[in-house]
C-alpha cells in the first residue's frame, strides 16, 4: 500500500506569467529535520569553497565530460484510468442546447464513465549514490505509475519511487544497480552571485543538454508556491525536460537542482531556479530512512523587518524576524514568545531574515531544546524553546513501497486532514484514512473500493490514520483483508480478496 503526499496533486513544472518577489510574508514556522539513529545516504560532498579567481580556460569539456555520467533521463508513465463523472456532457448549457438541440444534453442526470488515456512525462534526475539513489523532482514522479531512468551509458532502467516531498518539490528514486557514477555535493551555502554554472539535464526529451551561465541570485522565494523555497536563480538555460537536472559549479560539483522557469512565453526567458544542494541533502536521508520529512515546529508566524517597521519597533536594524502571531499551546508560547517580539539569534547565531530563522530550524530535530534571542519594547532577551514536530506532517509522506507480503496492493490513502474531509465531504466525527487512489486493476478495486472511502478497521483493528493503515497490511497471514468503510454517508463492511493475486516486489 501506498501513502501520497497530498490528495491533491498536481504536476509542478510552472510556467509562471508574473514573478511577486517579496521581501515580507508570513509562514507557520517549521524545518527539516536530521535522523541521526539512521544510516545516511552515502553522498560525496566537498565543502571547499570554490575558487573565484579569473578562469582562462577556453572550453568547459572536460567539467560537462565530469557531470553527465551523473545525469539521467526520467520518463513517466501513468496508466488509463476510468473515471465517474456526474453531470452530461458540455452541450448541457442551455446557450449552446439552442444550437445543437436537446440530442445533445444528459438525459436524468446520470454519472457517465471518462476514460483517462494514458499519460508520459519527462524530467531529468542525479544520480547521489553509487547503490542506486536518484535525486528529481516530486512534480516529475507524481502521479507515476511506472519509472523508466535512462542513464548515460544508454542503459534502460526500471526505477521506483522511494519517498516524495511535495514542500520542498523533492523526490528519492532508486534504480537497483551498483557502482553508478555519483555526483559530489558542493557547499551551497558558500553560493554567490556571479559565479559560473552549468545546467545539465533533458530538455524536450531531445538529449542530453548542457547550457551554461552564471548564479542571477540566492535566496529567491515566492516563486512557486512552495512551502520551502530558497532558490538559486541562474541564466543558465532551463527547459521543459530540465526538472530534477543538475545545477553545478566549474568543478563539477551539484550546488542545485533544476526546478522551474519564469516565462511568459513557455520558453526559457532567462530565469530559472534550482533547489539548494544542502536543502536537497537533508530531505534525502529523511526519505530513504523514513519515506517522510519530518519538520521541526516553532508555532509563530513571523515577517522580515521592513524600514517602516523597523522605526515603528523602534530598532536599529532591519536584522531578525518579527514575530506576527503566536500559535496558542505552540512551543514559542509555551517559551513565553508573543506576538511583537523581534527573534534576533538562533542558537547563538545572528539571523538576517525570517527566511534565515526558517532554514535555520531546518537543521533542528523535534525534541531539541534551543536558545532564542530577541527584542521586546527595545529591550534584549533570551527564551529557551523545545521544537516541536509541525502538526499534520505525516500526511507529507509519499510513495513507501509496500513489502512483498503486503495486501491492499494498488490502493492509496492519505491522513483524514481538513481538505480531505471538505474534498469528500467526510464528517469530523470520522476517523481513518481516507483512499485517495485504487488501481482499476487490483483486486480491491474489483472488490468495490473507490476513491474517498474512508477506512475505519482493517481486520477488526482501529484506524486512525495513513500509517496505521499501512502497518496493517504489512506482514499479512491472510490474502483475505476485512474492511470496515463510511461510504457516501454510510457504514459497511466490505472483503478484498486477492488469494490468487501476485504481491508486487
Known sequence: MNIPS??????????????????????????????????????????????????????LSPIVKRVTPSVVKVVTRERAKEMAVEGGLPFDDPDLRQFFGPFFGNRGGQRRIVRQPAQMG????????????????????DDADSLKVTLSDGRVLTAKVIGKDQKSDIAVIKVDVRDLPAV????????????????????????????????????????????????????????????????????????????????????????????????????????????????????????????????????????????????QDGPAAVGGLKSGDVITDFDGKPLKDSRQLKFAVAATEPGRKVTLGYLRDGKADTVTVTIGELPGEKQSTVAVSGKDESVLEGVEVADLDAAARGEFEVPARLHGAVVTNVDPSCAAAEAGLAPGDVIQEI???????????????????SRKTLLKLWSHGSTHFLVVDETDSKPSS
Open 6 to 59: 497530498s490528495t491533491l496533486r498536481q504536476r509542478r513544472w510552472l510556467i509562471i506569467a508574473t514573478l511577486a518577489l517579496f521581501a515580507g510574508g508570513t509562514t507557520w514556522l517549521a524545518a527539516e529535520a536530521k535522523h541521526d539513529d539512521k544510516q545516511p545516504v552515502n553522498i560525496k560532498v566537498d565543502p571547499a569553497p570554490l575558487p573565484r579567481a579569473q578562469d582562462s580556460s577556453l572550453s
Open 122 to 141: 519527462l524530467g531529468s534526475g542525479v544520480i547521489v549514490s553509487s547503490d542506486g539513489y536518484i535525486l528529481t523532482n516530486s512534480h516529475v514522479v
Open 184 to 327: 559530489t555535493f558542493a557547499d551551497s551555502d558558500d553560493v554567490q552571485v556571479g559565479d559560473r554554472v552549468l545546467a545539465v539535464g533533458n530538455p524536450f526529451g531531445i538529449g542530453e543538454t548542457v547550457t551554461s551561465g552564471i548564479v542571477s541570485g540566492t535566496g529567491r522565494s515566492g516563486a512557486t508556491g512552495l512551502d520551502y523555497e530558497d532558490f538559486i536563480q541562474t541564466d543558465a538555460a532551463i527547459n521543459p525536460g530540465n526538472s530534477g537536472g543538475a545545477l553545478v559549479d566549474l568543478q563539477g560539483r551539484l550546488i542545485g537542482l533544476n526546478t522551474a522557469i519564469l516565462s511568459r512565453s513557455g520558453g526559457f526567458q532567462g530565469i530559472g531556479f534550482a533547489i539548494p544542494a544542502n536543502l536537497a541533502r537533508h530531505v534525502i536521508d529523511s526519505l530513504v530512512n523514513s519515506g517522510k520529512v519530518v519538520r521541526g515546529y516553532l508555532g509563530v508566524t513571523i515577517q522580515d523587518i521592513s524600514p517602516d517597521l523597523a522605526d515603528q519597533f523602534q530598532l536599529k536594524s532591519n536584522s531578525g524576524a518579527v514575530v506576527a502571531d503566536v500559535k
Open 459 to 477: 481486520n477488526r483493528h482501529p484506524v486512525r490514520t495513513a500509517e496505521d493503515a499501512v502497518k496493517l497490511t504489512e506482514h499479512a497471514e
